[in-house]
């Protein structure tokens, strides 16, 4: 069954929680002891009714305070697909938490109040998404009952939008008026919005189609373990175990070791205990190879037909994790794939201001929770692809050498 991920956002209150424990409630997704801990919770809390965001604010400060602090994974399923919900926070100070989230969907659904319309964070938001070259993004116009479901409320709001998504160039943008807390083409139909002939949120997301698979991507195969058991068995068992980025790979096709550009076939797949002809992405499998090759965790075995990038000087979009400020000329330990290396920033190009969409030529401190684009010198040279093209081999992870913190999380986009 086919899978989509996607991640929700908006504005502190804008309902992200609730249009989650909607979806799940009415598509018959949530089991009976969840149902009666949401219930104990509401309860606790004083609502007079059930309150759905519980199912989905499962710290107990969020539950508290009423926000949205971590990221929230969920997971239901209709007859025609699977989903993987990430539910993001709306808090400027968690604009890390989103990206987090972000990184993996295939859509995201934006939500603006209806009474408010377009603010900051929905610029913010719809940024992020373009960052992440999220290719759908779903507007979805919630508390409509409290502008008694106006469609000259949702033309605005719609007119507005669509402003901001040619700026960001998003590919795709649905919108739909719904009402989260009353079920408002959620998952069923509204009688209040004669006016909108479009689909419910719930019979888009099964509609929506899927990126080109993994496995139709060019080969790439980050090695985390050289495996050597010596055993009366297996005597002169040599491989390299990791899980396939992308592509496909079968037994007899000539690949290339990175960084060492040393050619090679393929001359064994297992996975597990099985002996198999062919493996594709996702997979995590154990490739051998017809010649005795120098090959350790953090090299990588690609196609020679489908070769990477390769270079010591990169562009990178990134995102600042850490209180600490990105410092120019200071050495960062660099993750990318199963490999790491020492880094330097020889400069940062500009920060984005992702409240008004503009670049800042002139403020060169990045702080946490800051975008900013800047040029990474690595030690060694880096094989790459654009993040555009593959995530995981255009993502890349910056760690401070002192304390071994995950400080930054950025995207090869040149």
């Given at each position: 069954m086919e899978l989509l991920r996607f991640t929700t956002a908006g504005s502190v209150d804008d309902g992200k929680s609730t249009l989650i424990g909607r979806l799940l409630y009415d598509s018959k997704s949530i089991f009976e002891d969840q149902l009666e801990d949401?219930?104990?919770?509401?309860?606790?809390?004083?609502?007079?009714?059930?309150?759905?965001?519980?199912?989905?604010?499962?710290?107990?400060?969020?539950?508290?305070?009423?926000?949205?602090?971590?990221?929230?994974?969920?997971y239901f399923a209709t007859p025609k697909r699977k989903f993987i919900?990430?539910?993001?926070?709306?808090?400027?100070?968690?604009?890390?938490?989103?990206?987090?989230?972000?990184?993996?969907?295939?859509?995201?659904?934006?939500?603006?109040?209806?009474?408010?319309?377009?603010?900051?964070?929905?610029?913010?938001?719809?940024?992020?998404?373009?960052?992440?070259?999220?290719?759908?993004v779903v507007v979805a116009i919630n508390k409509m009952d409290l502008v008694d479901f106006s469609e000259e409320v949702y033309d605005r709001i719609r007119e507005e939008y669509r402003h901001i998504a040619e700026l960001l160039h998003l590919k795709k943008v649905y919108f739909i008026p719904i009402s989260a807390l009353k079920g408002d083409n959620v998952?069923?139909?509204s009688e209040h919005t004669p006016w909108y002939k479009g689909e419910t949120l719930l019979h888009l997301l099964e509609q929506i189609p899927l990126k080109e698979g993994l496995e139709n991507q060019p080969f790439r195969f980050p090695v985390q373990y050289v495996v050597r058991p010596q055993t009366a068995e297996l005597p002169d068992y040599r491989a390299y175990a990791g899980r396939i980025a992308s592509g496909t790979v079968k037994v007899g096709d000539e690949v290339t070791i990175l960084p060492s550009y040393t050619k090679s076939r393929i001359s064994r797949i297992d996975e597990g205990t099985k002996e198999i002809q062919e493996a594709r992405a996702p997979q995590s499998v154990s490739l051998s190879l017809e010649d005795d090759v120098d090959v350790s965790r953090g090299s990588q075995i690609v196609k020679s037909a489908e070769l990477p990038l390769t270079g010591q000087q990169v562009e990178v979009l990134v995102c600042w994790l850490n209180h600490r400020p990105l410092q120019l000329r200071q050495k960062y330990i660099i993750r990318h794939t199963t490999d790491e290396l020492q880094g330097i920033v020889t400069s940062i190009d500009y920060k984005v201001n992702i409240n008004t969409l503009e670049n800042n030529y002139e403020d060169k401190k990045v702080d946490m929770n800051d975008i900013a684009r800047l040029t990474l010198k690595v030690s060694k040279p880096l094989a790459y692809d654009l993040?555009?093209?593959n995530r995981t081999l255009g993502s890349l992870i910056f760690i401070d050498e002192g304390t071994n913190e995950t400080v930054g999380a950025g995207m090869i986009v040149g």
């Open positions: 949401v219930e104990s919770a509401s309860e606790r809390l004083g609502n007079a009714e059930l309150n759905l965001a519980l199912l989905t604010d499962g710290l107990r400060a969020e539950r508290e305070q009423g926000i949205t602090i971590d990221v929230a994974y969920r919900i990430a539910d993001t926070p709306g808090h400027i100070e968690y604009t890390r938490n989103m990206v987090t989230g972000a990184s993996t969907a295939d859509a995201a659904i934006i939500l603006v109040d209806a009474r408010n319309g377009i603010i900051e964070q929905t610029k913010r938001h719809s940024y992020i998404a373009s960052l992440l070259r999220i290719d759908y998952v069923n139909p993040y555009e093209r």
